[in-house]
């Protein structure tokens, strides 16, 4: 039997009620993500200073200093994570949209997700055994190794769920016009998502650019400029936990400025992902 519905003056009540709540979570994260914002702009930005963007760490006790090798170190790194994750992951990111049937994709999937829920610390200490141990030394190559292995889930996800978007029309057409299936798929199929893939890719550095636990076990840090990549390195998210757990006060006052440039290059990337992503559907309609 249905359940009898609610009066209209009752289903008002509880409509006006459920609207007062949601508005008022809307307005805790709203506030509290404000309020992070805010306390590490007032901390952060207040410590910022050419040296820091210019000149290296400072010695113990001695004030002034900056943090130029943890930026070129975080860059390096990132950029090494990016040649390995972001092939991999779209490589099979668009095996499994447009090629992968049967059991061997629900597999990869499954791998996949699992992969991206393995916590960044026993990724570093995974690629500790497997890089740096052989090495016998911490090295910017393995921090970028790390990094690049935690961006192909989601490298991998974020493509396939763009390529799955793109209408069967233009695969159709493509076909239809004598195409294979290859290179109907990176001629017609990947042009047409590339803009949600390079979001995807965007907001995937945004996130492993504030990785801390994997870079302890690879990447280590450096007081000094670090050649090639072959050396340990400085970054900034070690350099920020170095630092603001150290008894010297100069030295919190350049983890709050590391930790407000970290947290504004994040916000940038995310802008202009989302920037990408919006232009890209005002163009598609």
């Not at 952060?44 to 006790?61: E, I, Q, Y």
């Not at 170190?73 to 390995?84: D, P, Q, T, Y």
């Not at 910017?140 to 769920?161: C, Y």
Request: net charge positive.
């Amino acid at each position: 039997m249905a359940s009898p519905a609610y009066p209209p003056k009752r289903r008002r009540v509880v409509n006006a009620v459920m609207l007062t709540l949601t508005g008022l979570c809307t307005l805790l994260v709203v506030s509290v993500l404000f309020f992070i914002l805010g306390y590490l702009a007032w901390h952060g930005a207040r410590s910022l200073n050419w040296d820091f963007f210019t000149k290296l760490p400072a010695p113990v006790g001695q004030e002034g200093g900056g943090m130029a090798n943890a930026l070129i170190g975080s860059l390096k790194m990132l950029l090494i994570a990016s040649a390995i994750g972001i092939p991999i992951g779209m490589l099979a990111g668009i095996y499994l949209a447009e090629f992968g049937r049967g059991w061997l994709s629900g597999l990869v999937r499954y791998m996949t997700d699992l992969l991206n829920g393995v916590p960044s610390i026993v990724m570093g200490i995974f690629v500790y055994t497997l890089v740096v141990l052989p090495m016998r030394h911490f090295s910017t190559l393995a921090g970028g190794i790390a990094l690049g292995i935690m961006m192909i889930p989601i490298a991998l996800r974020s493509t396939e769920e763009f390529l799955c978007g793109v209408p069967n029309s233009m695969r159709e057409s493509g076909l239809a016009l004598g195409a294979s299936k290859a290179q109907t798929v990176f001629t017609v199929i990947v042009p047409a998502a590339i803009t949600g893939i390079v979001t995807g890719i965007m907001l995937n550095l945004a996130r492993v650019a504030g990785e801390t636990a994997p870079l302890l076990f690879t990447a280590f840090g450096n007081q000094f400029w670090s050649r090639g990549v072959n050396e340990p390195t400085a970054s900034l998210p070690v350099m920020i936990f170095n630092y603001a757990i150290s008894p010297y006060e100069d030295w919190h006052r350049q983890a709050w400025a590391a930790g407000f440039v970290l947290l504004m290059a994040v916000l940038a990337i995310n802008i202009v992902a989302r920037l990408i992503l919006q232009r890209g559907r005002r163009v598609s309609r």
